[in-house]
Structure formats: structure tokens, C-alpha cells
């Protein structure tokens, strides 16, 4: 008997009880995106592997320990893309986006991207993300707020939620970060022989990431390292008070988290994730951040960006079977057909049928030929069509409201005024 092939690990089928789901989110986000004069982008799904070293960072686990790197003919290094700001911020540099004098640039996408992960609850090798990068000669204040509430307000609307907080932490600037540094090595030394080797190496590397982690132990460890705050400069501190109050009286509910740094290296200034308030997941529903450095880093233009992006896998398992149910309801047929004259006469007329439907934007499914109308009314009914259309021997058309079970007949000819009425 042959082996049956399963998907990888870490990746998810949607399947058509979840397929719609996703896509309708992807579909509100889009929306959602040109409510907000964002424009909507794609890259590539892979890039050079340069390019995430350069942005994300070789400290990262994200780069050291996750990387899908493609195995090619060896002309270059490429790797499937392990999230979207290092492709956006490439993209902006190679096609000269800058050139335009309409800032700022607000750019948002959706697509897979690949970690190699160990795949747990809420944790995937291959995940769905939606985000937003902005970019500007200088970020002001109202950008820098509006990027924040918009991450909170998608979610809050299609979660239906109050329920929600941001998570928020200034990290400032490069010199801010090394003062930190120094001080959380003097702590972390000390502790060093009981952590794990994943954090000696960070240690060695940059010990920021150690914050980062996972394990139990370090994490007990790392409660009592040295906060970012006391390194803060007085105008990175005013700008932190300002964000946070204007957030606050703009009704987001904020947690302030002194040692929140976020697991890539581009991250200067503000950081932030979303989270809900008790719920069952305990993990980041979506995460971002100020980056000053990495479009000229990248070789472009001296421009300041900040962003977000979410798992859409996480707000999916957080949505409520109410909503769900809502995005499932909008991808039922309104009508289902049925024939009961098979002749070819017969098929070309409920082929004509099926040509009328489609070309009045109204949309159809059908069960095959061989089943009788009985079983055809019940696969109508589970699949929650409105109207059962049936072409009858002598090929006029009856039309049964399945909500009601009332039936009118009318001809061919009367169908597409007969369902404009119903609209
Ligand atoms: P990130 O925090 O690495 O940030 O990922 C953003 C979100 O993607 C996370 O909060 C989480 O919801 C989801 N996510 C990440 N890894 C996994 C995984 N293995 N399984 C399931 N969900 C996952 C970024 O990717 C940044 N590029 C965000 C950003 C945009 N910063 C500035 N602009």
C-alpha cells in the first residue's frame, strides 16, 4: 500500500469550513487598508538571504534559528521570507517609491511567511500575516499614534471586542540601547551559568534578545534585569508620556512593559503587541514598532518607519463562533438548481440557466445529475441556499424559496428580473 503523504509540520490546511474565514479577514483588511489611504502591496514570498540578515538581525532566532533557506542552483542565497517589513522596506528602496513627494508612504499586505518553528498551539512554521508599514522623511507624532490605533482598532472591530490591550515599551535610540546593554550584561553574568545556552549565546551577541525567552527559568531571571527606562534620554521619555497618554484618551487600553523588546533587531523607539485581556490565548495577536535606521540601512533615502503585522492564524482562533459563523453565511449559494429534464435539449437550456445566473451576479451551486430532487433539496438546505431553481420537463422553471417553502414558475426568460426583484 502506498505511504500517505500529510502536510509539514507547522502548516494548516483551510479547509472549506475555515478557508472563507480567512479569506474574508484578508478581504476586511483590504478594505480596512483604503478606509485609511493605505496602499495595498505584494512581494515576494522569497528574497535574499542578505536581506534578513542585514534587517532582522543574525542575533535574532528569527535569522540564527528559523530561516527557510531555499536550496537552489546556486546562484544566490535566498530564503522564504520570515515576515514582510525587511521585503516592504526593499521594495520602497528598489522601486523608488520615495521619489513621490506624497508622504507619508503607507503601505499593507497579507501573505505567508516562514519560521522554523517548534510548531505548538498558536505557534506555526508557515504563518499568516497582515500588516501596515509607514514610512516617513520624519515620523510625527499623529503618524506614530494613528499606526498604533489602527493596529488596535482592526482587531477590536473584527474580534467585536473590547477585550483587547497594546502592550507598549520605548526601546530609543542606538546609544539609549548600548547604555542597557552594558548594564543588563552585568546583570545576566552573574546568572549566566543557570540559563540556557540559547541565552549564553545571546549573551555573547546581544543580550536584549534575552529577554526574549521562552524558558521558565530565564524568564524568572530576567524579571529583575535592568529596565529600558532608566536609560531613556528626557525627549525619548516626553515622547513615550505622550504616545501612552494619547493612546489612552483615544480609549486603548495600554500595559506598559518596561522589558518588552520584541524579537528582531530593527526596533528602535516605540514597540508594541496586542494581547486580550484574560483571554485563553496567552500569545501576541500581533506585533510592531519604530525603526529609524533600516530604509537608509538598506541604501535608501534617511527616512524614519513604523509598523505592524498580525497573525492572522492567532485572530482567526480568537474569533468568535458568532462572527465566524457571519463569514461562513456570506459564501452560501443563493441559489441551487436542479433539472429534471437530462435530454440535450434540457442541458443546453440549464446551461443557459447556470449563463443567466453568473452573468446577473447571482451566485449558484448544484448537486450532480444523478441525484433526485429530494437529496437535492437537502444539500440545498445544508449548504443554506436561499432559492431552489428547477428546470422542469417541459423546460419551464419553478422556483421554490427554501426559507419559506413557497414556489412560483416562471420562464427562462423571466429569471433574472425574477431574482432583481428578490435583492
Ligand atoms: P512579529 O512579532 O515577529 O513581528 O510577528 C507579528 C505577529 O505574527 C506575532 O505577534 C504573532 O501574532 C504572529 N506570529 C509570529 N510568529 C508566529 C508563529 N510562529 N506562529 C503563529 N503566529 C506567529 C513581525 O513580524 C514584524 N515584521 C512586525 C512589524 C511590522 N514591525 C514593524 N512592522
Redesign the pocket.
Known amino acids: 500500500m502506498s505511504e500517505n503523504i500529510t502536510k509539514p509540520r507547522?502548516t494548516q490546511d483551510f479547509c472549506p469550513d475555515k478557508g472563507p474565514i480567512y479569506r474574508e479577514i484578508t478581504r476586511e483588511l483590504d478594505r480596512y487598508f483604503t478606509l485609511h489611504g493605505i496602499k495595498l502591496v505584494d512581494i515576494p514570498m522569497f528574497e535574499q538571504t542578505k536581506l534578513f540578515i542585514r534587517t532582522?538581525g543574525d542575533s535574532t532566532d528569527?535569522v540564527n534559528k528559523?530561516l527557510f533557506d531555499l536550496v537552489n542552483k546556486g546562484e544566490s542565497q535566498y530564503s522564504l521570507r520570515?515576515?514582510?517589513?525587511?521585503g516592504?522596506v526593499r521594495m520602497f528602496i528598489e522601486n523608488k517609491l520615495y521619489a513621490s513627494p506624497d508622504l507619508p508612504y503607507k503601505f499593507g499586505y497579507h501573505g505567508s511567511?516562514f519560521?522554523y518553528?517548534r510548531?505548538q498551539k498558536?505557534?506555526?512554521?508557515e504563518?499568516?500575516?497582515g500588516?501596515?508599514?509607514i514610512l516617513d522623511k520624519k515620523l510625527d507624532i499623529f503618524t506614530t499614534v494613528d499606526c498604533i490605533c489602527l493596529f488596535h482598532n482592526f482587531a477590536k472591530k473584527l474580534l467585536n471586542t473590547d477585550n483587547l490591550y497594546v502592550s507598549i515599551n520605548h526601546i530609543g535610540c542606538d546609544e539609549t540601547r548600548e547604555k542597557w546593554k552594558q548594564d543588563l550584561r552585568k546583570y545576566f553574568k552573574k546568572h549566566l551559568k543557570n540559563m540556557c545556552p540559547d541565552c549564553q549565546r545571546r549573551f555573547e551577541q546581544n543580550p536584549l534578545r534575552i529577554l526574549d525567552c521562552k524558558v521558565e527559568d530565564d524568564i524568572k531571571i530576567a524579571s529583575n534585569a535592568p529596565t529600558v527606562d532608566q536609560y531613556l534620554l528626557k525627549e525619548e521619555k516626553n515622547e513615550f508620556e505622550l504616545i501612552c497618554s494619547l493612546l489612552t484618551k483615544n480609549n486603548i487600553k495600554i500595559k506598559k512593559d518596561p522589558h518588552l523588546v520584541?524579537?528582531?533587531d530593527?526596533?528602535t523607539g516605540v514597540?508594541f503587541?496586542?494581547y486580550q485581556d484574560n483571554g485563553d490565548l496567552q500569545?501576541?495577536?500581533?506585533?510592531?514598532?519604530?525603526?529609524q535606521n533600516l530604509v537608509k540601512n538598506l541604501g535608501g533615502p534617511d527616512m524614519e518607519?513604523?509598523?505592524?503585522?498580525?497573525?492572522?492564524?492567532?485572530?482567526m482562533m480568537v474569533l468568535s463562533q458568532e462572527r465566524k459563523d457571519d463569514f461562513l453565511d456570506k459564501f452560501t449559494p443563493e441559489v441551487f438548481l436542479f433539472t429534471f429534464n437530462k435530454t440535450e435539449k434540457g442541458l443546453t437550456e440549464y446551461i443557459k440557466i447556470s449563463n443567466i445566473l453568473e452573468q446577473n451576479n447571482i451566485s449558484f451551486t448544484y448537486a450532480n445529475l444523478d441525484k433526485n430532487l429530494s437529496s437535492t433539496i437537502k444539500q440545498a438546505d445544508r449548504e443554506k441556499a436561499k432559492y431552489l431553481l428547477i428546470l422542469n420537463e417541459d423546460l419551464t422553471v419553478t422556483v421554490k424559496n427554501l426559507l419559506e417553502r413557497t414556489q412560483v414558475d416562471i420562464k427562462v426568460s423571466e429569471i433574472a428580473k425574477y431574482f432583481e426583484r428578490t435583492k
Open positions: 507547522g532582522v528569527v528559523e520570515p515576515e514582510f517589513t525587511a516592504i511567511m519560521r518553528e510548531p498558536g505557534r506555526y512554521r504563518v499568516h500575516q500588516g501596515v508599514e520584541r524579537g528582531l530593527y526596533y514597540v503587541e496586542l500569545l501576541a495577536l500581533g506585533g510592531g514598532g519604530k525603526y518607519g513604523i509598523g505592524f503585522s498580525y497573525g492572522l492564524d492567532r485572530l
